[in-house]
């Protein structure tokens, strides 16, 4: 059984005889996964981007990198000052599409995949959103009235949880080329921590143990370097940068984390940054890798 499906048993064992350990336990293991190897994930991006437009000439592919990637931070940034609840759903609806598609595009059959991708992100954040639904509601109190949210929620929680499990057993059914033993382990597993682990520790773990770790692995083959301590050393400059970055923002501005609504704020800080990320898989994904 794989280490990261043991890892989810036990915290879910856990969380059934000590909740208040696990809570708190979220905040420490979601940094954790965020400044391991969720950060160097992201960092090879640049290499990436040379790779899937050729670009070759050292002068100007920097250039181009860097001014595409912060253009579409600048433009998304818009978005968020006009609406934030429009900022919120476009991430929510992309991260669901980026989830799903580096799950699924391996067992993905068209004309469905890009269904199948969406179908598998909502089936996880959406059991998140619902399954946590007061946890959740602290998050986005600062950018939209919560009451409807919670009222629906409470109130439709067992519906919605059957619509989340349901949709995506169909489309799993419709959509895939093949379902292994290990698929199937692996929706049951990851959807049980979605809906019962406290949000920041599901999302944490899924980002580190299946997300970033299965979008390292593709790009150890897409990129072709030599092995893994090429593909690290390569992701460094980016992942140091990001952290020192992250440890000035602590440094400067710690006793305003503190403060309700800090997690948003977060929140739309790493939307910005992995919007440019969002949109470079998704090209090399499917017109690269198939």
């Given amino acids: 059984m794989a280490i990261r499906i043991q890892i989810v048993g036990l915290l879910l064992f856990i969380w059934v005889l000590f909740p208040a350990l696990v809570d708190a336990l979220a905040l420490p293991l979601f940094v954790l996964s965020i400044i391991s ?98 946890k959740v509601a602290t998050i986005l109190q600062p950018i939209t009235d919560v009451g409807r949210y919670l009222q629906f929620a409470g109130d439709w929680y067992f519906y919605l949880i059957a619509i989340l499990v349901a949709q995506h057993i169909i489309i799993l059914l419709i959509g895939t080329t093949k379902i292994t033993f290990s698929d ?14 406290p949000p920041l520790l599901s999302f944490g773990l899924y980002f580190a143990l299946w997300h970033s770790w299965d979008h390292l692995k593709l790009l150890n083959s897409y990129l072709k370097l030599p092995d893994w301590k090429s593909l690290i050393l390569n992701a460094m400059p ?53």
């Fill in 37 to 134: 190897i969720g950060m160097l994930h992201g960092g090879l991006d640049h290499i990436t981007a040379f790779r899937h437009f050729n670009m070759e000439d050292t002068k100007r592919k920097w250039f181009l990198f860097l001014a595409g990637y912060m253009g579409i931070i600048a433009a998304y940034g818009l978005v968020w000052l006009i609406s934030p609840l429009l900022g919120l759903s476009v991430f929510i609806l992309m991260s669901c599409y980026h989830f799903g598609q580096l799950d699924m595009h391996d067992i993905a059959r068209a004309p469905w995949n890009k269904v199948l991708y969406l179908s598998r992100g909502v089936f996880l954040l959406g059991l998140m959103i619902v399954g946590q639904y007061e």
């Fill in 184 to 197: 199937v382990v692996d929706t049951f597993v990851t959807g049980l921590m979605f809906t019962f682990l």
């Fill in 238 to 290: 980016f992942t140091i940068m990001a952290l020192v970055g992250i440890a000035g923002i602590i440094v400067l501005f710690r006793q305003s984390l503190a403060e309700p609504g800090t997690v948003m704020y977060v929140l739309i800080g790493i939307s910005l940054l992995t919007m440019p990320h969002m949109l470079l898989v998704d090209r090399v994904v499917e017109h690269d890798h198939h």
